[in-house]
């Protein structure tokens, strides 16, 4: 089935140790998004990638860094996670930004721990 | 500023019964409506989609309605079943832009 795959889904680290979380989607979709979701809060934008093209939030911290090496992947890089880093990462792609085929699909998310 | 609030924060149902989860926006320019179900740990899948020219939406026991006017939606579930316990989530995308507003979702937990 087409879908949007993320690795790991549970990802232990230590501080300051860095950290790569995977995704991956067979749905050859043209945009890809990360998000950071805390406990019982909505999820928040960090980046996306519109085919190569990188667009990061305003308010993302330098900490977290991604790269599209090709449309099937996307990756997340932690440089050196913070105790509040602790979240549930997901990866979502669509079709492409505007209205009519902005449906986004989201991968199962990647739960990161800091000790 | 755009803003997506829902209403209420939790319930609890029994199994069976039916429920609705409200959803207030002030997002503008509006381009459409999501909702989205999210079981605790996974990902959020989406039930419906709707533009601005739609009022009712259906997958199955979930229907969403949407009026416009007064920027509010609703998720009406029926008969509801102990695997619709999960977090549901209100997303308004604006117009001509990739920004999609999240609300802090419903939590519904289903009680046999």
């Known amino acids: 089935d087409a879908m949007v795959i993320q690795n790991p889904r549970y990802q232990v680290t230590q501080f300051g140790k860095p950290v790569t979380l995977s995704c991956s989607q067979t749905?050859?979709?043209?945009?890809m998004y990360w998000y950071q979701q805390k406990s019982s809060q909505a999820p928040k934008l960090l980046f996306h990638?519109?085919?190569?093209?990188?667009?990061n939030e305003a308010d993302t911290p330098d900490n977290f860094q991604s790269r599209r090496p090709n449309t099937s992947f996307c990756f997340l890089d932690i440089r050196s996670p913070g105790l509040g880093d602790a979240a549930m990462y997901l990866c979502?792609?669509?079709?492409?930004?505007?209205?009519?085929?902005?449906?986004?699909?989201f991968g199962p998310g990647t739960r990161l721990t800091v000790l | 500023k755009n803003q997506v609030e829902q209403s209420p924060q939790s319930l609890i149902i029994l199994e069976g019964k039916n429920c609705t989860l409200q959803?207030?926006?002030?997002?503008?320019?509006?381009?459409?409506l999501r909702w989205y179900k999210q079981d605790t740990g996974r990902g959020p899948v989406s039930l419906t989609i709707?533009?601005?020219?739609?009022n009712t939406k259906s997958n199955g026991r979930y229907t969403a309605t949407l009026d416009a006017d007064t920027k509010q939606s609703s998720l009406h579930i029926t008969a509801s079943q102990l695997s619709d316990s999960a977090s549901y989530i209100c997303?308004?995308?604006?117009?001509?832009?990739?920004?999609?507003?999240f609300g802090t979702g419903t939590r519904l937990k289903v009680l046999a």
């Open positions: 979502a792609t669509s079709r492409d930004r505007s209205s009519g085929r902005g449906e986004q699909f």
């Open positions: 749905l050859n979709h043209n945009v």
């Open positions: 990638y519109y085919d190569k093209d990188f667009n």
């Open positions: 959803c207030n926006y002030t997002v503008s320019p509006f381009s459409n």
């Open positions: 709707m533009t601005f020219s739609e």
């Open positions: 997303v308004v995308q604006t117009s001509g832009t990739y920004k999609y507003i």
